[in-house]
């Protein structure tokens, strides 16, 4: 599967985004999609992740209550808003796919978008 991120930008904290993970290439549903993030000088770190079924959804502790993933199998699409951004989640995000089951682990996950960057501005 072929995936491409989209939707970063600036922000300033406290304001919304809506990042955008475009599928292609094999059956979408047949895959778990997770967001990760990169800041500078950082490694990777896990996000969220939904499941095949779309029904459950798993979450970093820092981003519990400010971000909600979602996919539109339609669109073969998933989606990761954000808001009540913090100068702290400027990074780099990833969207990725594997199959079976939702894990947070970055070397779980067999293929990845090229990144979107989300700048948050104090």
């Known amino acids: 599967v072929q995936l491409q991120a989209s939707g970063g930008g600036l922000v300033q904290a406290g304001g919304s985004l809506r990042l955008s993970c475009a599928a292609s290439g094999r059956t979408f549903s047949n895959y778990v999609m997770g967001w990760f993030r990169q800041a500078p000088g950082k490694e990777r770190e896990f996000v969220a992740a939904i499941s095949l079924s779309e029904w459950n959804t798993v979450y970093a502790d820092s981003v519990k209550g400010r971000f909600t993933i979602s996919r539109a199998s339609a669109r073969n699409t998933v989606y990761l808003q954000i808001n009540s951004l913090k100068p702290e989640d400027t990074a780099v995000y990833y969207c990725?796919?594997?199959?079976?089951?939702?894990?947070?682990?970055?070397?779980?996950?067999?293929?990845w978008g090229q990144g979107t960057l989300v700048t948050v501005s104090s």
């Open positions: 990725a796919a594997r199959r079976d089951t939702m894990q947070s682990a970055p070397e779980l996950y067999n293929a």
